[in-house]
């Protein structure tokens, strides 16, 4: 089986029996517009939900650099992690929906359900009983640029002073790995994958903080984040003091903020954490923040994800576009977790090309 446009957007399909994107802007607009005027007649009504997501972006860049080396797949840029780390965000968002959900009181149907339903011609004409979600999440990115000119500076001085410390330290910062004694982070596409998140629709706004290190006889002795948590808890309060969100989110491993979460939810918003940077190892989230409860949002690798960047590579309104090496990667990360398998095909055009089946075991 071949994935084909007209096979992934039916209602775009033009009377030539082929995929017509102005006509797919147009069907959007209308199923939009219908299941607009469908809400509208809900006895219960729309209920806006304003949802600010705070998400501290080093832990998250670092555990998917260490998933894709340990699939083999290949990176020539920041943009496959940026899409990734939007996949995972976007699931923390359908999990905060979900949890407003259970909390409604009453029965509820969100307005992107109820615009796939209009899509699918699969609701009636009114939602009598129901109550309409439409939550508005605003994705707001916290980090520290880092400082790999200044720190590869000052282990140049050190070298020359005679410290082979230095000298190995410097010769693995030419490849972006920082290390210092028991660690060592690759911070190659750090830059980019900041840059390519910045550029998407789903992110709202961005800050920043700084990185503060130390160069000693000995090489780079440490390197620490600051400013990020504090501009996050800041964030937080904003929002509890200007009644700017309904409620809130932060995706970060520190269970330092369990404090701010329970100062927010005093507050009147609903709060949340989850810890986005352990999704392949759920067991080492931080007790405090599995102690949370329904506060607690789980993170986890989904098996649909590599085939969600693949077609968003390949849709007609793509962001981006990937290497046939980084395709090949993605097709076999797919293939270890789902049972439908994809294999690359380079096109007579020049494009790439995908094929699905499913092989008998």
């Known amino acids: 089986m071949s994935i084909t446009l007209e096979a992934t957007f039916p209602q775009a399909v033009g009377q030539d029996g082929r995929f017509s994107l102005d006509l797919y802007v147009e069907r959007s607009r209308q199923f939009t517009a219908a299941a607009k005027d469908i809400a509208e007649v809900s006895s219960r009504g729309v209920v806006q939900h304003r949802s600010l997501i705070l998400v501290d972006l080093q832990g998250l860049y670092l555990a998917l650099v260490n998933w894709f080396a340990a699939q083999e797949i ?4 920041g943009l496959l992690l940026s899409e990734f780390a939007i996949c995972s965000l976007s699931s923390v968002v359908k999990s905060v929906e979900q949890r407003i959900m259970a909390n409604s009181g009453g029965p509820i149907i969100t307005f992107s359900e109820l615009v796939r339903r209009v899509t699918k011609d699969e609701v009636p004409t009114a939602v009598p009983e129901h109550e309409v979600l439409k939550l508005e999440p605003s994705i707001e990115l916290f980090y520290a640029p880092v400082p790999l000119k200044e720190i590869e500076w000052q282990l140049r001085k050190r070298a020359q002073q005679g410290s082979w410390q230095a000298e ?3 010769a693995g910062l030419s490849a972006g790995l920082v290390s210092y004694p028991g660690v060592e982070r690759d911070y190659r596409f750090y830059e980019d994958f900041v840059t390519c998140l910045k550029k998407s629709p789903f992110v709202t706004r961005s800050e920043h903080g700084f990185f503060n290190f130390y160069v000693g006889a000995r090489g780079l002795k440490f390197i620490d984040e600051k400013e990020v948590d504090i501009r996050v808890a800041i964030r937080a309060v904003d929002a509890c003091y200007d009644r700017t969100a309904d409620s809130v989110c932060i995706v970060s491993s520190d ?3 369990v404090p701010l979460l329970e100062r927010c939810q005093r507050a009147g ?3 949340f954490q989850a810890d986005a940077a352990k999704f392949m190892q759920p067991e080492r989230v931080g007790r405090r923040i599995r102690e949370l409860g329904t506060s607690y949002i789980p993170t986890r690798m989904e098996s649909g994800w590599p085939l969600r960047v693949i077609i968003g590579s390949m849709s007609p309104f793509s962001r981006y576009q990937i290497s046939f090496d980084e395709l090949e990667g993605l097709c076999r990360a797919h293939n270890a977790i789902n049972d439908v398998e994809l ?3 380079r096109l007579d055009n ?3 090309g995908l094929v699905m089946h ?3 075991r």
Do not use: I
Not at 74 to 77: G, I, K, V, W
């Open 269 to 271: 918003l609903t709060s």
């Open 74 to 77: 290949p990176l020539e840029s």
């Open 168 to 170: 190995e330290q410097l």
């Open 358 to 360: 499913r092989p008998v």
């Open 343 to 345: 294999h690359p095909q």
């Open 255 to 257: 269970q330092d903020f």
């Open 350 to 352: 020049g494009n790439a």
